[in-house]
């Protein structure tokens, strides 16, 4: 097939180009390297002041506190929102479905419907479902309580969890 003069030239050039491949990653360690320590040895020429703590009191006073959202929450829009829900959850009393039922949940001890069996995942978190609790838990539920078993992400505007709130609080009056 091959004669000796044409392996002859593939192995010199597959050696060639291994040696080119070689030289080269050399002289580029060799010209970019600047030493393991990355400045370790220089001192800093000036400093920058950050006023951190103010920026992020200037952030948190934009948005409305757990209270003033509360105050303000929409009982239609908390309805419209628990739509969300309602594939695995009833607000019935009593009537479980994939969730527990949601009747009279806000001041409810957490864990404490019978007949459902909860995955143990919300033991720690909480006493009660305050509507702090309720908040950070419709917020993400996986990262309130790792290990939960309900699949749902969570809802990202804080209003749109203040009006849910406030509607499943509404149910039990």
């Not at 002041?49 to 920026?55: G, Q, R």
């Not at 009393?93 to 001041?107: E, H, I, Q, R």
């Not at 702090?132 to 992400?153: C, E, N, V």
């Amino acid at each position: 097939m091959f004669d000796t003069m044409t392996m002859t030239k593939i192995l010199g050039a597959s050696c060639g180009a291994l040696l080119i491949y070689l030289l080269g990653s050399w002289a580029a360690e060799t010209l970019y390297h600047t030493g393991g320590g990355h400045g370790d040895h220089a001192q800093q020429g000036y400093v920058i002041e950050v006023e951190e703590a103010a920026e992020e009191t200037a952030e948190a006073s934009d948005e409305p506190t757990m209270d003033e959202m509360m105050a303000s929450a929409d009982l239609a829009k908390g309805k419209k929102v628990f739509g969300k829900c309602k594939a695995c959850h009833k607000v019935e009393d009593g009537a479980n479905s994939t969730g527990p039922y949601l009747f009279g949940v806000v001041g409810r001890p957490v864990e404490a419907v019978e007949g459902f069996k909860y995955s143990g995942a919300l033991a720690g978190t909480s006493e009660t479902w305050s509507a702090d609790a309720l908040f950070g838990f419709l917020a993400s539920p996986k990262k309130y309580a790792p290990g939960t078993s309900m699949a749902f992400s969570g809802l990202k505007k804080p209003q749109d969890r203040a009006n849910v709130i406030a509607y499943l609080d509404s149910l039990d009056n």
